[in-house]
């Protein structure tokens, strides 16, 4: 198991120091700082071998974590453990920085006490945790016995991510798809690849240990409740409904459920999570097309035209639009005329950015460029790198939607009409990406 | 307020000034003080002379203060275990307070304090704590048993504290049950052969239901402890999977990974034909493809193991090559990984795309990427047929880039594709010649010499080529040097006229001026080939070579096996069994998957087909090392090869070639050979005895190596020719002949397998009995290659004289067990007790003499050897071969007394004395020896050596 946990700051100084292990000593401390940090060449892995001894790392700004361990340890679980402890660290103090973690060092000691007991990691779900480890001094002198006993229960409960006891005045949950389209499309208009990755983030704000149920139209559960005889608009049902290729989801969810009934139900954290992750490949609806034209006139110019067209309901709007024409590295000038939006050719980036703000559904719009070359002798020929898009449209690509979230709780008076709930879709592209 | 102020104090006398601080009345300032010992603990001052002031601040009520003081006590305690025991009763007292947390707090930490006086009073607090009514107590506890063992193992056992913790897995609270059982996990990993985990039906189905419980962490110990279980059978194998597959949609990558472990394990022995096999197979896809959405770091470990997986179950991920295409932001570690599992996944129905994307990688800025990305498309090539071409345009093109790496990366791999399609691309050797002078790399170098000279004959200034090459032959590498004498002989032989002077150069070169062994050895032996006889040098050199594989660094089975059943973990990170990175005897053992469901014929003949590569029509690629593949000129083979120790049958016909070629050709008449250079030496009269004695072919290639290595030197020892051991009627059509070789002090077992069965053989492994001297095998059984039907693997097992030691009848008796995926067969050989005669055998001639004296009469044996017509020399220089070692010789009234010493691997020395009478063909020969059982063997070994 992790035999000790660094933190170090950039300059390869230690900040936080905790050894769970004998077979680790205090000359590991300094193998990292010598063999990684002030390595000379770029890291090339995340595990590290020196003398036998095993170094895990992650990087977040200029902070250094690094794991420690000398044995065969599960190495996925090392990474995901070191993700936790920063997440758990940001959850307490925000970002993290060399200062915060100064300021807060006493504090992550009675963490790494806590999470990680001889190596193993221990529950490290925010919630449960700060309900004995708070940044004012520990709570514990004066609580009744019962309150012990509910702290230690949850800690090791099956609920271990929420605590018992929370009110709220008015229940509310906040649910956002968010996608991110990813593409890549030949010259001529044909799909290369596409896929949306999607998560369903949650923020709950509700009282006392409420059972929820999510649903969702997947295609799966509409195709078996479609075969169960009911007849409501089956031709309707089954068109909207979409197929995942997998999904994962936080720990809440009971998984084997899942796995049989394919239902999504879970006692959620209190406060913002993610509740699941997915992927699709089929039917994905493209929210741009992007039609380049390339011609090359004579060595030393190029003409390029670039048409963009809105592929969605003419009601909705398209923002922060941004397309990207590269330019090859011997480029001395560049006119560019476009319809809509500015656009500029940048030559440090060898490239030329097109921005629009806004656009609606079932619209094009144009831009042509006129690309002065220097003649070289290179005979190399320009590789034409693809032309890519940012965008974000306020639907989900996958067509993905939520068709429900119960909200049951039995012990106190509110029913599942009287949470308030919001759902939001965002579309965002990924990498999108159209060769020329 | 911020603690960061602790950091900054460094001024002088500040140990002072905190020993008066933590000594202060008032409790805020105690604190603060503690504070600062703590966070110049942690930048690494040595604070250790604070030691009694901080535990005095033990006693408290403050629980902050309290934990602060613990991480102190945790680090330091060892350096004063004296002052540690003032802790001990603030401790036991915790231990017992109302406050669950604090009863763990000071479980928790006595454990990490690692000094005996401390542990002796840790006992009873962890008895009752194993027993709290607070759960949160209970996990800390099991923990703890953990910690104890570690520091005392057998106080643990002593105290009972095992059977606690197992009884602790039937918890009512399913974090107990996780920590419980991993702290069973890590103690039954120190005791490889205790039955600690004994995990059975009922056991396994309360981890089962702890597992839907349970936290994340929880979870993977769990799941980990479930992939060393092995089901009874494929019923509850499929029940446990069952069970395990909802994992597979867990957030945690490392939940999923080690879920991904138990079925991956447990799949083995579900029948193929069962539908929930199948299904199995299609649900493992979409979880692994999504570990690739993962943080770049876990992406790494994702990618590490998926290499295993798709070599372990092509099936799985073969539709899914898009998802490992690389992206523009991925760390290089990440891209350099897809890479790999891309090569392994083309195949014809892919291969437009893989092409494509490879292309585009061959101009990205990072060397090592690109210059992988070029062998990859070489394989490609390789690999997929119908692809061959449009790969080498695609070369051709990177060619004209010019970018040096680039270049050469590619000459490399195109010299691979030449071997693979012979006569097919020749027409770009031109562009490949343009670029002859921008390599520098050894590689490329020796990759576009073997190309000159493998066509030398459409090449018009191939000489002139060469030539400039030869210049300046002693600073190149060793590499290029044995391929451009190589190169030259080729020229010389497909245009003796023109190059005659080239190739006298090129031997003098090599054999005269040059330090290197093997560069001396194969100069000279072209020179005798060319000298002696050009038709059989023509065969020799320009032999067909056999075909190259299109899979190249596969891990070998066995490991491949063994890293399966540590999917997830650092082992499969560095596709390393744990025995090479993890100290002492944590993860040594073995694991191994569970043996393959149905073990009847036609559940196998179905599995091979399905699995991509073991399709494959057996191939092979030659090491660098291999002396055979050397003459023939292999020795280029894609650098990444596994130095293979198998030879398929296929390949005997080159074999035979070359060892029946120079058998008879040096058998001949040596020495007469005007054109032999003087720095022949000795080397040729020792030659004919060694060669001719090497009936099989395998010893005479031995045999060639030692003739190589030892101008002037001895030959090398008897290899007696393989005999059959194991008859194929008596195991299933398997039929194992074998011998015994002794190579440069390395014992090796030289194994023939044939399959007379009608299907294929696989997972071939090998063991010893305990035996006499301790043989064993020092590796596992190499055989990389499915044997199919009348199919011949030749398999040379190195074997060590490590194992356990057991007085066999007859002395030298070695009980063998092999077993492949039918079964495991039984078969007892003798070896020649000569493979235990050390190379530093020889005893001074005093100690000889004393010795001889010192052991009694009654040991000595006397044994006549009869019709042996050499003289003493020969005969002396025949024995030392085998390591028997002439110390000192008399000549009394024509009679040569030799008296020679051996010593075998034990150390036990054996004395002898061989008294040879002119005219006389009988020899008599004393032994003597403080062990009088081996003297006969001795004796055979004797015989077998002089009559061979």
Redesign the interface.
Known sequence: ?IGGLFIYNHKG?????R?????IG?NA?DAFRVNVIHARQ??????T?IA?T?F???KRSNIWLAAV?????????V?????KMCDVMTAYFGKISE?NI?????LI??LL?EIL??G??????TGALKT?ITQQ??K??H?T?EE??Q???Q????I?WRREGIKYRRNELFLDVLESVNLLMSPQGQV??AHV?GRVVMKSYLSGMPECKFGMNDKIVIDKQGKGGTTDEPGKSGKQSIAI???????CV???K??SERSISFIPPDGEY?L??Y?TTKDIILPFRVIPLVREVGRTKLEVKVVIKSNFKPSLLAQKIEVRIPTPLNTSGVQVICMKGKAKYKASENAIVWKIKRMAGMKESQISAEIELLPTND??KW?RPPISMKFQVPFAPSGLKVRYLKVFESKLNYSDHDVIKWVRYIGRSG?YETRC | M???K??TTTKKGEIFELKAELNSDKKEKKKEAV?KV??SM???KDVSALFPDVVNCMQT????LK??V??YLM?YAKSQPDMAIMAVNTFVKDCED?????R?LAV?TM??I?VDKITEYLCEPLRKCLKDE????R??AA??V??LH?INAQLVEDQGFLDTLKDLISDS????VA?AV?ALS?IAESHPNSNLLDLNPQTINKLLTAL??????GQ??IL?CLASYLPRDDRESQSICE?V???L??????V???AVKVLMKFMEMLPKDLDYYGTLLKKLA??L??LL?A????Q???LRNINLIVQKRPEILKHEM?VF?V??NDP??VKLEKLDIMIRLASQANIA?VLAELK?YA?EVDVDFVRKAVRAIGRCAIKVEQSAERCVSTLLDLI???VNYVVQEAIVVIKDIFRKYPNKYESVIATLCENLDSLDEPEARAAMIWIVGEYAERIDNADELLESFLEGFHDESTQVQLQLLTAIVKLFLKKPTETQELVQQVLSLATQDSDNPDLRDRGYIYWRLLSTDPVAAKEVVLAEKPLISEETDLIEPTLLEELIC?I???????HKP?SA???GS??VQHKRLPPRAGSGESTESPDVGQSGPSEAPPAVIPSQGDLLGDLLNLDLAPPTATVPSVQPSMQMGAMDLLGGGLDSLLGGDIGGSPSMGAGLGAAPAAMPASLGSAPAVGGGLGDLFDLGGGVGMPTGSYVAPKTVWLLAMKAKGLEISGTFARRGGIIQMDLSLTNKAMSVMTDFAIQFNRNSFGLAPAGPLQVLTPLSPNQTIDVSLPLSTSGPVMKMEPLNNLQVAVKNNIDVFYFSCQYPLSLLFVEDGKMDRQVFLATWKDIPNDNEAQFQIKDIHLNSDVASNKLQGSNIFTIAKRTVEGQDMLYQSVKLTNGIWVLAEMRIQTGNPNYTLSIKCRAPEVCPFVYQCYELVLKN
């Open positions: 198991m100084e230690v900040l936080i120091s050894v769970y292990r004998d077979d205090r401390v770029q890291v090339r892995s995340p595990v071998n036998r095993s895990f790392h992650v361990t000398k044995q065969n340890v599960n190495a996925a679980m990474f995901e453990f070191l993700y200062e100064k300021n807060n060092f006493v000691y009675e006490d007991d001889f193993y990691p221990q529950n490290s779900e004995f001094g520990i514990g002198q609580q016995k012990q006993s702290i230690t229960s800690v090791t409960g099956q271990g290369l690849s990755s290729d997998d999904c994962t989801f936080h720990q009971r998984l084997s899942f796995d993610e699941m992750r992927r005979k190399k590789a990498i | 911020t603690d960061s602790y950091f504070k703590i966070a942690t930048v690494g009520d403050n629980l902050e934990k602060l613990y991480l680090n109302l406050n669950p947390l604090i763990a928790r454990g990490c690692r607070d759960p949160y107590v996990k800390t923990v703890c953990a910690k570690d609270n399913p974090m107990v920590n991993a890590e839907n419980e349970c936290t994340e962490w993977i110990f980990d069970r597959t909802p994992r949609s867990h957030a945690n990558s490392a999923v990974l080690s979409p979880p493809v999504t959405s943080e770049p770091e876990l790494y470990v994702a898009k295409f992206k523009y290089i570690y795309q585009e101009t004209q880039t010019k540590h997830g973990t650092l082992a499969s990170v560095y744990p990175f993890v100290e944590r993860g």
